[in-house]
């Protein structure tokens, strides 16, 4: 339950990022501008796949259902800290970085 929770305030918060800090803008034409549309979706699919194909193995590995959610909180964490120095005309490399988050 609190992954999920985690996941919808990562999701937010990125669109939150996206829009305030690189200054990506909407307008009448462009209600929803591409960045805005796929970041949330690579972060949420990059997710699933990581739930669906290796959770299973790191549990059966570790023999221990918390290290991979914990392996998981290192490499989000890690992930986001490319985002305190992205500047709005580096915003292509968000794209590189939301797999990570």
């Known amino acids: 339950m609190l992954v999920r929770i985690a996941v919808n305030v990562l999701m937010s918060v990125q669109v939150f990022y996206l829009?305030?800090?690189l200054g990506i803008v909407r307008d009448e034409t462009n209600p929803t501008p591409i960045p805005i549309a796929l970041t949330p979706l690579i972060s949420y699919t990059i997710s699933l796949l990581f739930q669906l194909f290796l959770y299973k193995p790191l549990v059966t590995k570790l023999k221990n259902r918390f290290m991979p959610m914990f392996v998981a909180i290192i490499i989000t964490s890690a992930g986001c800290v490319p985002m305190l120095f992205l500047e709005p005309s580096f915003y292509w490399a968000i794209y590189?970085?939301?797999p990570l988050t």
């Open 19 to 21: 829009i305030e800090v």
């Open 96 to 98: 590189i970085v939301t």
